[in-house]
């Protein structure tokens, strides 16, 4: 088969085995974490907003009574570019660590699935949940002398608020668990830290500080990220601790769902393709994974000083039919040279020649 020829059949191979994959997470739904998404509005408006919790609070509940910023470090229109920011980052990595098209499939795959799974669970449980934010009192503006309700303690949004209860400031206010800042950047960012750790192989019980420096560094970036958010009053510590460690969690399985563990000795090279090769089996090299029929011959070893039993019947079984010359041929093939005796070449400096029976020496 020509080479263009198979390299075609195995494009296509590919392609066919993660179109699925690739069609469900570039077309996932808006609710995915892209909040300032025109699409996400409006399947947030449509639909999602029909579930949206109103609970009731406590107006002397000090944890909620926190100022109004209406100027945020990272808004909601922020969070687009935060996405973007990773992917620039991992394939910059890729560009740098690996230069494989194979690896950065695997990688902006894996991280588009942990963005996928977080976004929506975000979106689920914020909308289900319905906690106040920190300043929700702020939002909500009581009126003077708006107080909690005498049976069961806790004031309703429609009898103490002077915003309406379909104001985007209520309805935004009552999503604060958890946040969505904390989620996505720990899975954008911590997804980059494990491909740094993978790349760098930083578990090769070799003790580089500096490694382990490095690949904290997006983390360290997504931890900035959590604390604005508490800064501009907009998540509790809880919210944003809980958020950060989930994001977390997906960033590091879809990450070994693609890589090794990074204490594999290979922990730099991704998993081969779903399908098997020419022979059912593909071989590592050390830029990826490659159809055993075309992998170069794996050295085991140094070739032994003289031929043991087992090259011995090889041999034997491959050329008792060919005479010396096959014998020879084998020998050059394995790594021993043959140096046939010649009784005429005077520059031969090894045995003692034989001695001639009519000489007066004999």
Known sequence: MPA?????????????SYGVDCNINVSRPAGSGLEGDELRRLFSQFYLQKFQNISDFDLTDTSIQSSFKAKQVFPDSTLV???IFCYVLLITSNLILSRNMWDLHHALLGMTVAFSLVGITVQIV???WGRPRPDFIARCNPFPNATNGHFFGLANVTTVCQTPVTDPLIVDGMRSFFSGHACLSSAGLGYNSLYWAGKLQLFNRRAYTSKGWLVFTPLLGSIAICLTRLTDHRHHLRDVAVGFFFGLLPAYI???QFFPSLEDP???IAYPPRFAGENGRWSRTARGWIPSSSAAPIDDGPMPL???????????ASTSHLGHR???ADLEAGGLITTPFDASDTSYSGMP???????SGY
């Not at 020649?353 to 000489?359: A, C, I, R, V």
């Open 4 to 16: 263009r020829h198979a390299l075609l059949v195995r494009v296509l191979r590919i392609l066919q």
């Open 81 to 83: 570019f935060i996405l």
């Open 126 to 128: 914020r909308i289900l």
């Open 254 to 256: 879809f990450y070994r």
């Open 266 to 268: 290979h922990s730099y």
């Open 306 to 316: 003289l031929p043991t039993n087992r090259m011995s019947r090889e041999m034997g």
């Open 326 to 328: 096959s014998v020879e």
């Open 353 to 359: 020649k034989p001695l001639d029976p009519n000489s």
